[in-house]
Structure formats: structure tokens, C-alpha cells
């Protein structure tokens, strides 16, 4: 029998570790097929619907498993569960009515009417799909997956305001031509006063989720903590992105490639 890993790694080294391999591979299979065109996405969209209902199946079947193995069983499925919509939004299937450049006349809420028209589709397609998380876990005593999908969603909400208002840092050109025109909602500028909190909020949870899971490790919820701290964590570094020094984002974008 193999020896138990030291109760550090379990805590602080597995739990980031296999959500950043999930999390690089996610997106790296959007991006490949956002490349490939719509068509491309939405096929792999329709394929991929078995493994969108095994992550619900999963998300059921673990939702009173308190041990680690459930806790990695519902992240990684609320984390597909995720991915899907994702991917429905950026192929263009699950989108919005507007799908074209910002009006030039539109300011304030105006803007933000057209921004939202957007993605409104996609929002009413992730409230369904929180409802059915819901239906499914009943009286769950494990809420990884549910936990995992509702932050992703808040972190992409927050990070989608940031651009909206204004950040100095923009990748427009990772967007495929068919939603190209999602970049004139976006604005280059010095970063707007919801930036601060935004990111300090997303920094402080993670913080203290890392330091809550440390203290309760080797129990079984420090390795659920440590999961849900690692998403936390990534959607916190992504709002840093927004600011970095352009030369430093030239890098990282050179090093990705």
C-alpha cells in the first residue's frame, strides 16, 4: 500500500494543481475550436452533451460524499458543467439578440442595455442551469460542483464589468471573428473605481478560504475548501491581468504561445 501524502500536499499542492491542468485544458479546447469556427464548436457542442448530462449524473451521485475523492468527483463536474455553457456562449448558439459593435451614440446604461443584450441568453441559460443544479442536489450535504459553477459565473460577471468600465489591458484579438464585435463594448483606460474592490473582494476570499482549509486540514473539507480557494484564486489572477504593464502581458502572452 502507498504511503499517504503529507498533509500539506493533499491541502496545498493537489487541489491547485489538478484544478490548473483542468482549467488550462478547458480552455485550450475552447480556444482550439473557437479557431476552427462556429461550426466546428457547435458540433463539438452536440457531442459533447453525453458528458454534460454524466457531470449532472456525477453532480447527483456525489452530493452526500463528504470524503476528497467526492470533493474531486463534484469540482470537476461542476467545472464541465461550466465549460459547456462557456463554450455555448463563444460558438455563438447561446448568446444574445445583439450581435453587433457597440451603437457609437451609446453611453451609461444605455451601453450597458446593449452589452447585456449581448450575452442575455447565455445568463438565462446559466439561471436554468442553476435551478436544475439546485433541483438535483435536494438536501446535498456536498455543494463542490454547485459552489464551483456559481463562483466561475460570479468571477466571469465581475471580470466582464471590469472591461465594460474600463481596464488598461485588452485581448480583443483572442476573440474568434464571430464575436469580434464584443470588443467595442470594451474600453482601453486607466481602470475604473469598481476595480479595486472587485479584485480586493476575489483576493480577500481566496486569502481566507487557503487560510480556513490549512486550519482544518487532513479533514476531508479542507481538500473541498482548497478546490473551491483555487478558483477563487485563478478568477483573482485574471482581474490582475487586466492591469499589468503591457510589456508584461507581451511576455505572458509569448510564453502561452
Known sequence: MPPEPPVWAQTYLYPPLIVVAIWVTLTAGVLVLNRKGERATRLALLLSLPLLGLAHWQIGLTRHDLSALGAYRAFVAGLIIWAWHEMAFYSGLISGPWRRPCPPHARGVVRFGYALGTHLYHELACIIELALMLHVLGDATNWVGLLVFCLSWALQHSAKLNVLLGVPILQVELFPP????????????????????????????????????????????????????????????????????????????????
Request: no cysteine.
Open 178 to 257: 464571430h464575436l469580434r464585435y464584443l470588443g467595442s463594448f470594451w474600453a482601453r483606460r486607466p481602470a475604473s473605481g469598481f476595480f479595486l474592490p472587485s479584485v480586493s473582494v476575489s483576493t480577500l476570499l481566496a486569502g481566507l478560504l487557503w487560510l480556513t482549509a490549512g486550519s482544518l486540514a487532513p479533514a476531508p473539507v479542507a481538500v473541498r475548501l482548497a478546490l473551491v480557494a483555487s478558483v477563487v484564486t485563478l478568477g483573482a489572477l485574471e482581474h490582475w491581468l487586466l492591469i499589468l504593464p503591457a510589456r508584461a502581458t507581451s511576455a505572458v502572452g509569448q510564453v502561452a504561445e
